[in-house]
């Protein structure tokens, strides 16, 4: 048994080098008062918190990450669904389609999004061909612009975790359930949505945690004009080269990731207690 901790130990050398080393210095830099790093205390953090600005970008950052999330739930579970329904030969083809976002490099979608909502784009280009509008509709750099941009960029990862918990779902639950009078909607509320809530925090997670750290997505289609913790903390390090503010958001915004992780698991464990009761 002592001997097994051996195959992990590249890995933990590793993540502890390249993942732990940098997140402790990036911690001890948040951690000076002053930008030329002579002087320890709190004061960057004090400075982030008493700043009603800076409150409002930690919350419209996360707010993205929850409205993202929604979006590919809504999105991602009808196209999970179609995949368990459909026959093997439709399988293959659907999960090609699924997985042909993570393909393309997300700075080359992301340019396809700006070029669609621009106001010479394919949209507004529609919405004027069909008399719907006079004038071009300002659809880029909005918060709806980013958040559609990313739904579609991440629907894959929620996508996924939900065809493998949907898959290895008992087809007999529905039929025993609907033997038993339920409706089809009843079904799948109380039986259906219980047994793929794993999948569902997994790709929950993966969408959150992707959505609030996507500086490229939030950057180009926000235009500049919309402030989100990556490119506030761009800002502060390479613009201003105020490094200990600039960590001070890094550290902030990984222990609000970590906390909506930290309740997410635990929602998860509850759930299953639910359901395995």
Do not use: C
């Not at 222990?255 to 509850?270: A, D, E, I, P």
């Amino acid at each position: 048994m002592p001997r097994d901790w051996l195959l992990v130990l590249p890995l933990g050398l590793f993540f502890i080098a390249f993942v732990g080393v940098p997140l402790l210095l990036v911690a001890l830099i948040s951690l000076h008062n002053d930008t030329a790093m002579t002087h320890f205390g709190f004061r960057q953090y004090m400075v982030f918190f008493g700043d009603s600005y800076n409150r409002g970008i930690l919350w419209q950052t996360l707010w993205l990450g929850v409205a993202t999330t929604l979006v590919t739930i809504v999105l991602g579970y009808p196209v999970a669904h179609l995949y368990v329904v459909s026959p093997p030969h439709w399988r293959r083809v659907l999960i090609v389609l699924i997985l042909l976002p993570l393909l393309t490099s997300s700075v080359v979608r992301t340019f396809a999004w700006v070029v669609i909502l621009g106001n010479e784009g394919l949209v507004n280009a529609l919405l004027m061909a069909l008399g719907h509008t006079g004038q071009p509709i300002k659809l880029l750099y909005t918060p709806l612009a980013v958040i559609l941009s990313l739904a579609q960029i991440e629907l894959p990862l929620m996508v996924l975790p939900l065809v493998t918990t949907l898959t290895s779902l008992d087809t007999r639950l529905p039929e025993a359930s609907h033997a038993l009078g339920a409706s089809s909607w009843r079904t799948w509320w109380k039986i259906t949505v219980p047994l793929a809530m794993p999948g569902l925090l997994s790709g929950t997670l993966l969408v959150f945690t992707g959505a609030v750290s996507a500086f490229v997505v939030q950057t180009l289609v926000g235009g500049g004009q919309l402030m989100y913790m990556p490119f506030y903390i761009y800002e502060q390090a390479i613009q201003t080269q105020n490094y200990p503010f600039a960590a001070t958001l890094a550290v902030i915004l990984l222990v609000s990731v970590l906390l909506v992780v930290t309740l997410l698991n635990y929602f998860g464990r509850k759930t299953r207690g639910f359901v395995h009761g």
